[in-house]
């Protein structure tokens, strides 16, 4: 039996609604209270001085150009402070609609995989997963980043599973929040969702898909159009920009301990939910094949070794913070 075939009685919007609720009341309450910590202000400040200035393409922190990072959440919390004035609440509000949908996306791809009772337990499982809370709750880049990458890799894995052009969307979208957000911090996530694939369903299934690589292209396009036009815009300005290089966050000295620590690190940071990255190992894995049927185990499989793939090549990329694991677990 196929476990991965959902009954036309199980209605999505029941379920749909369920996950918005527990997202709802972990998400929102009190999200406004306490002023900007961290460096929420680097992505809010910025958004405000744009609806202030009326320059959209490039962020200004207190007059200067501020690109060290993407402006991808320094735009979503321009657009929600236009709606709901400026606020923490507006700033804030970015991420926890960024947390929501991707327990929403959880929830569309489990049921789409396993059925019914497994996509609701995946929406749930991702609105209240530890890892999530804080950074759904603050004005930080982490959850929009996290929604990009999850809509990147499950596109990619059905993309290369069914060969559909709808999942291929994902794919497109995916890849321009994720870089509008963090530049390329899902880098990884793509390459082990690839890699994934090659080792699940053969090389040829992956690397010659034409509808994978047309989205990835074209997603690569947008992000490279954009950026030509920010450059230009900065020429236009005469103004050096704040930046920061990406192999700040790589191969140190000093963090060598924490980048062979990463793996296990990256791992209890997703608890409890990363439990379910041991099934697919275990000595009942193939017991449990049979009832899931052929489409529940491949796709069982295929998102274990995207896991694996990905953490490994955050190790050998020489990262060693856990925090940026959080696209792989989600």
Not at 22 to 43: F, I, K, Q, S
Not at 80 to 89: D, N, P, Q, R
Not at 247 to 252: E, G, I, K, V
């Amino acid at each position: 039996m196929n476990t991965a075939h959902t009954p036309k009685h199980h209605c999505l919007i029941p379920s749909v609604g369920i996950v918005l609720l527990v997202c709802a009341a972990v998400y929102l309450p009190r999200l406004g209270v306490g002023g900007l910590t961290m460096t929420e202000g680097h992505r809010a400040i910025p958004a405000w001085e744009m609806l202030e200035t009326g320059e959209w393409l490039v962020p200004h922190l207190f007059g200067q150009p501020y690109l060290r990072k993407p402006p991808g959440m320094v735009w979503a919390i321009a657009l929600s402070s236009s709606v709901l004035g400026v606020s923490e609440f507006a700033a804030r509000l970015v991420s926890a609609l960024a947390a929501s949908g991707m327990a929403v996306v959880a929830l569309m791809w489990a049921r789409r995989w396993f059925g019914a009772r497994a996509g609701l337990a995946a929406g749930l499982a991702q609105a209240l997963m530890p890892q999530m809370w804080a950074w759904g709750r603050s004005a930080e880049i982490e959850a929009l980043n996290a929604l990009g990458a999850q809509l990147l890799v499950f596109g990619v894995l059905e993309t290369v599973r069914t060969k559909r052009w709808r999942a291929s969307a994902a794919v497109l979208i995916g890849l321009v929040v994720a870089a509008a957000a963090k530049g390329p911090a899902a880098l990884p996530c793509l390459l082990g969702a690839i890699g994934s694939a090659c080792i699940v369903l053969g090389p040829r299934a992956a690397l010659k898909n034409i509808r994978l690589w047309s989205a990835l292209f074209a997603g690569i396009a947008v992000v490279a159009i954009v950026m030509v036009a920010i450059g230009h815009r900065m020429e236009a300005l005469g103004q050096q920009p704040v930046t920061q290089s990406v192999a700040a966050f790589m191969w140190q000295a000093e963090r060598i301990g924490g980048v062979l620590a990463f793996p296990l690190a990256a791992w209890v940071s997703a608890l409890p939910i990363s439990l379910a990255l041991l099934f697919p190992w275990g000595p009942g894995a193939r017991a449990e094949a049979n009832r899931l049927g052929r489409t529940g185990w491949v796709c069982v499989r295929l998102a274990a070794w995207t896991w694996v793939l990905s953490i490994s090549i955050y190790m050998l990329a020489g990262v060693s913070n856990p925090r940026y694991a959080l696209p792989a677990a989600a």
